[in-house]
């Protein structure tokens, strides 16, 4: 394997350069926050691997992707001591919300029958007992799960070749440096600043709610969003709603927290008594298809334009971005074999 240079060490720099160390490569990433400031969509990510729910606002490709990345996510992360949990997840609303229960199994197409289980309110006791007598019936969507986002890229930091954190780097001129004969992957996101790349702004807020047992994640349907809860070791959790067609990246705003906090505590009482332990908001990067991007541009391998299905779809994105390495790797030593 040759030599690597990645930009970017987020998610996906972080977890293709782990698949090329394992390979062989030398691998260095250039990171431009400091280590103690990550800014990368997927320190603020929820982290749910959850390719039916996704449907309604992705396609076919990225229910296949997700699939691909659902079946290659366990033994990535037992093998990296990575938290986990893939016992499905579950959808309710509110009485005056019921229809939108409904919409969203409509949604689903072809894949409602295999992918989607109606249960009454005796149902979501079971699957959830934190939420019983709370709702009177639930979407339990079986293949979904959630990770643990933070956990991953700790334990990604020290296997994924050398970070060389607070370096900002051109991967076209570090393809193009006379002296330099690595080969360039860039991951930098949003920081790409590429023509057709936007960034769309996440939100989340992180609880210890220890009144609060759920297991799996839950969507609390909702007419202006809807409202996530993905469990973390710990009773902890991650809660967020829709993305945000905006570029900003200020602070959560009042009104943001007010309505996530409030939709949690209309999900359950408990939150109320929950420790606020972080406000966060993020960029995620897309292209305007909302489809991610494996290319070569200007000797540069380009991986980007993840959106809002990064751990999602992860995996099955690195499997391109390795197979396109390696096809690269062939061609240059078949040119100098001949």
């Given amino acids: ?29 250039y990171e431009r926050t400091p280590r103690h400031a990550p800014a990368s969509a997927a320190h603020v990510a929820a982290a749910m691997l959850a390719p039916t729910s996704e449907l309604p606002d992705s396609d076919d490709a990225v229910f296949a992707m997700g699939q691909q990345s659902l079946s290659a996510w366990p033994a990535m992360l037992d093998e990296l001591g990575v938290p986990y949990g893939i016992d499905g997840s579950l959808l ?11 919409k969203f199994y ?10 989607a289980k109606w249960l009454n309110a005796a149902g979501v006791a079971e699957l959830e007992p934190a939420l019983a007598g709370r ?14 986002n933070r956990a991953l890229l700790a334990a990604l930091e020290g296997r994924c070749g050398t970070i060389r954190f607070g370096k900002c780097v051109d991967p076209v001129r570090l393809a ?19 023509a057709e790349l936007r960034g769309v702004r996440g939100e989340a807020i992180r609880l ?15 007419p202006r969003y809807q409202l996530y809860v993905a469990p973390r070791p710990g009773r902890h959790y991650v809660v967020g709603a829709t993305q945000l067609e905006s570029e900003s990246t200020q602070a959560t705003t009042v009104r943001s ?3 996530l ?23 995620r990067p897309a292209y305007p298809d909302n489809l991610p991007r494996v290319e070569w541009r200007r000797g540069v391998l380009r991986v980007n334009g993840l959106y809002r299905h990064g751990f999602l779809i992860a995996p099955a994105v690195a499997q391109q971005a390795i197979e396109e390495i390696e096809r690269c790797m062939y061609s240059s030593t078949a040119t100098a074999s001949a």
Avoid at 95 to 102: F, S, T, Y
Avoid at 137 to 145: D, I
Avoid at 176 to 194: I, N
């Fill in 176 to 194: 193009a440096h006379p002296s330099g004969d690595a080969l360039v992957v860039d991951c930098r996101g949003v920081g790409a600043d590429f």
């Fill in 106 to 115: 409509r949604s689903l197409g072809a894949h409602r029958e295999t992918e």
């Fill in 1 to 29: 394997m040759p030599t690597v240079a990645i930009a970017g060490a987020g998610l996906m720099g972080r977890l293709i350069g782990w698949q090329l160390v394992k390979r062989g490569a030398d691998v260095t990433l």
């Fill in 135 to 148: 709702f009177e019936r639930g979407l339990y969507l079986p293949h979904e799960g959630w990770l643990d």
């Fill in 92 to 102: 309710v609303a509110h009485g005056p919300d019921g229809p939108l229960l409904d």
């Fill in 261 to 283: 906090l409030s939709a949690a505590f209309a999900l359950h009482p408990g939150f109320a008594e929950a420790e606020i332990t972080e406000l966060c908001a993020g960029l």
């Fill in 257 to 259: 927290a007010l309505e």
């Fill in 208 to 222: 210890h709610a220890p009144e609060v047992d759920l297991t799996r994640p839950v969507r609390l349907m909702h």
